[in-house]
């Protein structure tokens, strides 16, 4: 089978990486820097898991504070360690907008070289194309979603745990004041937007950027 560099392969195309020894589908979802917001190394492409791989706590300690999260720890640690090791090897150390800290204020978002540094990651509201006056502007819209209803439901965001259409955690708080810094943004299961408190269990998506260069078969 011939084989093909990552960057020929289209914006929705699937290509399969195996998680845990199985073949899970991942979603083409960008290709190159999204914007200037973002370092360098986000340069490459954007892969985000088709279905939800399990349920998770964003922060076992109820607070929004992405960088210092349960989830991201999990996913750069556990979840990083279940690809085989010539892929981890690939996987780019990236730099990603966020809100750092926790509470109800959508800003400071750090960018750029100031990002958070990370291998596996959650997208933000604002890659998948929400726009709402409680989420931080965290980088930019992925080609993947641009499009999509910025404050409704949207197909595109729909996503399935064991066969059925479920919700999932972004990686921005939720900003608003009566919640105080216990809550996280999330998709809901009709593509839609929620937040939940933290220390919720809810869907995860994976994400991560891979080098264009990289060599897969022309089937993905």
Known sequence: MASVALSTKAV???IKLKVGGTARNFIVVHKGKPSAAYDASCDGVWLLMEDIYENRQWHSSNVNDYANSTIHSYLNSTFLGLFDANIQAQIKQVKLPYRPG???STTPVNSGANGLSAKIF???GTEVSMAHS?????????DYFKGCADTG?????????????????LRCPYCRSSY???NARLVGGDGGWGSLS???SYGIR?????PSSLLVSDDG
């Not at 965001?157 to 479920?166: E, F, I, P, T």
């Open 12 to 14: 929705g195309s699937v």
């Open 102 to 104: 926790s509470g109800a």
């Open 122 to 124: 959650l997208l933000s």
């Open 134 to 142: 409680y989420i931080p502007v965290m980088g930019a819209e992925l």
């Open 153 to 169: 439901a949207d197909t595109k965001r729909v996503a399935k745990l064991n066969g059925s259409a479920s919700g999932w955690w």
């Open 180 to 182: 105080g810094a216990t």
């Open 198 to 200: 933290c220390s919720n």
């Open 206 to 210: 994976p994400a991560l950027i891979l």
